[in-house]
């Protein structure tokens, strides 16, 4: 499977009021032009406001499909720019709901692996001016996509999107993410996938009660 880079957007740290505090988010990206670096655990420009709960490894850069972006555009009845999602990646001919956890993407000279979908919080409300928002992204579907950095490079808008082999288990982000909204009965799946992301495993332990804490 192949798809494109539509866009590659950063953002930093900014302080916003959103209902009657003054909060800390890098929410706000906007596209760059050029090639961009990728190393460690971030895109070059951009720079995570609470990296404890947003950066490292297994959520190093975002994806998002652009007809993801469309369908939302329907939806709600306005256009949305790239970035408006805070994803780093704006992508297109891409399955990013049904991308299987551990499979790999080469951009440019870059490979990253798909680590967990996102689950949205109140940051994702205050850039879409509406506090319930991520109730509704929840219940959507539609959550993008966690990726690491497994090969350091540079990637670019315009960039073709090379998806290698999906892993076995054939457990999707989609999957992860509706097991942690709806159908919590079955998070026992989750321990199928090697590749996912420690804190879900962690999660699905507790669930179970395989483990305590």
Known sequence: MTGKLLSVNVGLPREIEWLGRVERTSIWKAPVEGRVAVRGFNV?????AAPEFHGGPDKAVYAYAREDVEWWEREVGREFEHG????????????VTGAVVGERWEIGTAVFEVAQPRIPCWKLGARMNDAS?????????RPGAYLRIVQEGEIGA????????????????????????????????????????????????????????
């Open 158 to 213: 315009g960039d073709e999107i090379r998806v290698g082999g999906k892993p076995e288990h054939g457990l999707t982000v989609g999957d992860v993410a509706r097991i942690y909204h709806q159908e919590r009965g079955r998070c026992r799946v989750l321990l199928d996938a090697p590749e996912l992301a420690e804190e879900w495993k962690d999660w699905a332990l507790r669930r179970t009660g395989d483990r305590v804490g």
């Open 44 to 48: 070059a420009g951009d720079e995570q």
């Open 133 to 141: 928002f991520p109730v509704h992204f929840a219940a959507a579907g």
């Open 84 to 95: 408006v999602f805070g994803e780093n990646l704006t992508v297109s001919g891409v399955d």
